[in-house]
């Protein structure tokens, strides 16, 4: 095989992986505040890490005030906060909808499912017999309002 041919093949095969790893590369860190005793929160940080994401936990007293920080308003809050792409996310968001965000970019503080509901990601373990709380994921805007971004049954 000449030169140029075996060029093209590790071009073409450099071509045929680039989604992917593109996709890999273009999640950003997830900084994770939470309770060094949660359980629920480690198992929502081993969602995000099973879908892609890599996540930095910081384990704290309260997530109070990096919610203040973040200005996500504390009707919306849950058990742990977390920062991804300049978000605010609170509580256990599914990985896929935190992806719609970071695709869509709207203008707002972030996503919330406020409370721990059962059937969320980190709240969806055995111990719960497969039941399945319905829940909305909010998008949470600057003025503090929020509308309904995603509903789960």
Request: aromatic residues 8%; proline residues 7%; glycine residues 10%.
């Amino acid at each position: 095989m000449n030169a140029s041919r075996r060029t093209v093949i590790r071009a073409s095969l450099a071509l045929a992986f680039a989604p992917a790893a593109f996709a890999q590369q273009a999640l950003p860190l997830v900084e994770v505040w939470k309770s060094p005793t949660c359980g629920c929160c480690k198992d929502w940080i081993r969602h995000m890490q099973a879908n892609g994401f890599k996540v930095k936990a910081i384990e704290v007293e309260s997530t109070a005030p990096m919610r203040a920080k973040l200005n996500m308003p504390e009707r919306f809050g849950s058990c742990h906060t977390a920062l991804v792409g300049g978000y605010a996310v609170e509580g256990h968001v599914p990985a896929a909808d935190i992806r719609r965000l970071l695709k869509e970019r709207p203008d707002a503080v972030g996503l919330s499912v406020p409370g721990m509901p059962v059937g969320s990601p980190g709240m969806d373990g055995p111990e719960y017999g497969g039941r399945k709380d319905m829940f909305d994921v909010l998008l949470v805007a600057r003025n503090g309002s929020a509308s309904r971004y995603q509903s789960y049954n």
